[in-house]
Structures are given as structure tokens and as C-alpha cells.
T-cell receptor
Framework: LAKTTQPISMDSYEGQEVNITCSHN???????ITWYQQFPSQGPRFIIQ???TKVTNEVASLFIPADRKSSTLSLPRVSLSDTAVYYC???????????FGAGTRLFVKA | NAGVTQTPKFQVLKTGQSMTLQCAQD?????MSWYRQDPGMGLRLIHY???????DQGEVPNGYNVSRSTTEDFPLRLLSAAPSQTSVYFC???????????FGPGTRLTVL
């Protein structure tokens, strides 16, 4: 199972773009990269998933370079409500042993 | 759809007591799992199931049992509660491996 490494915490201001990078040097060919968001006292919530290049949805973009050894979650114009913990997961299609690391605590200030 | 539901929301046990945490989903998902989250930490996988009648151990299975008699339900049993099992427990389900997981609201368990 590929291990992921993320910054422990990040600070930002409202209206800024936030980029959180995740390293996964041992990613396997079948692995997908998935990001979750977790607010205090709630379960994690799916944000975005990708395999390669760039994926965009209504809340975020995910950039994955060709070697797939890292990925970057981009949150455009963050607001106070984006203060949360963000988890990067590398999840094999053929397995179900999802590993959540400690995540990145994002604190958005006014 | 109610999604993933968990009961109870809060529970206090004494050391040595047993109890069952309930988890149910109404999305007809084959895959279900149980995680625990200790303060300031990420989630750790306890047990998971890839379908009715099939379960397997995750990262931290000791002290817990599971069963999956129906697609909808995936209860987690604490056999003999210990203070080290004080944690928040989350149940999740997904359509398949690698797919988006839907998490329940969690059960906050304290073992005295």
C-alpha cells in the first residue's frame, strides 16, 4: 500500500487559492488518488479523485504529474468554511484497505 | 436516502463491558468499513466487508468483531471494552473499491 506524505498544517486568508501537495512515491499502477475533507465532529467527505493529469469539479482541482509520485489539491478562493482537515489517499482499485494519514489542517483566516 | 447512519451517537462504557455499534446504509453499496479516529489523528481501518457474508481485518482489528449478514448492515462489536478503545468510530460505505466512500456521522465512545 502506497504511503502518503502531506504537510501537517497550512494557513491561508479568505479569497486566496490554496494548494496542498501530497507525496506518494510508491504509488502502484492501479492506484487512484483521492482527497477527502473533514470538519470537526463529522465524518470525512469526498472532494475529488483522479488517476493522471488534471481533474476539476465544482469545488476543487487535482493536478497529477506524469510520474504520479505526487499530487496537488487546489482550492480556489477559499472561505472561512474551508477550514478543515484534508486527507490524501492512494487507493488501489483492486483492494479496499484505504489508509488515511494524519492529513493537512487548513486554517483559513479572515 | 438517509445515506450512512450510525447509532448511538455517544456511548460511555466501563472497562470490560461489551457493546455493539450499529451501522446501516440504504445505497445498496457492497463495500462497508469501520474506522476509528483518535484525537488529532487520521482514521485507522478496523474491519471491512466487500459484501454480505464477507469480512476482513484492517489495520487495527484487535478487540473488535464484525459480521455482515445483509448488504445494509455492518455492526461492530466490542468484546471487552478497554480505555484504549476510547475514540470516535466512523462507518463508511462505497459502491466498489476505489470509489467514493460515504461516511456516517460517527459514534463517540468513552471507556472508563
Amino acid at each position: 500500500l502506497a504511503k502518503t506524505t502531506q504537510p501537517i498544517s497550512m494557513d491561508s486568508y479568505e479569497g486566496q487559492e490554496v494548494n496542498i501537495t501530497c507525496s506518494h512515491n510508491n504509488i502502484a499502477t492501479n492506484d487512484y488518488i483521492t482527497w477527502y475533507q473533514q470538519f470537526p465532529s463529522q465524518g470525512p467527505r469526498f472532494i475529488i479523485q483522479g488517476y493522471k493529469t488534471k481533474v476539476t469539479n465544482e469545488v476543487a482541482s487535482l493536478f497529477i504529474p506524469a510520474d504520479r509520485k505526487s499530487s496537488t489539491l487546489s482550492l480556489p478562493r477559499v472561505s472561512l468554511s474551508d477550514t478543515a482537515v484534508y486527507y490524501c489517499l492512494v487507493d488501489a482499485q483492486g483492494g479496499f484497505k484505504t489508509i488515511f494519514g494524519a492529513g493537512t489542517r487548513l486554517f483559513v483566516k479572515a | 436516502n438517509a445515506g450512512v447512519t450510525q447509532t448511538p451517537k455517544f456511548q460511555v462504557l466501563k472497562t470490560g463491558q461489551s457493546m455493539t455499534l450499529q451501522c446501516a446504509q440504504d445505497m445498496n453499496h457492497e463495500y462497508m468499513s469501520w474506522y476509528r479516529q483518535d484525537p488529532g489523528m487520521g482514521l485507522r481501518l478496523i474491519h471491512y466487508s466487500v459484501g454480505a457474508g464477507i469480512t476482513d481485518q484492517g489495520e487495527v482489528p484487535n478487540g473488535y468483531n464484525v459480521s455482515r449478514s445483509t448488504t445494509e448492515d455492518f455492526p461492530l462489536r466490542l468484546l471487552s471494552a478497554a480505555p484504549s478503545q476510547t475514540s470516535v468510530y466512523f462507518c463508511a460505505s462505497s459502491y466498489g473499491t476505489g470509489n467514493e466512500q460515504f461516511f456516517g456521522p460517527g459514534t463517540r465512545l468513552t471507556v472508563l
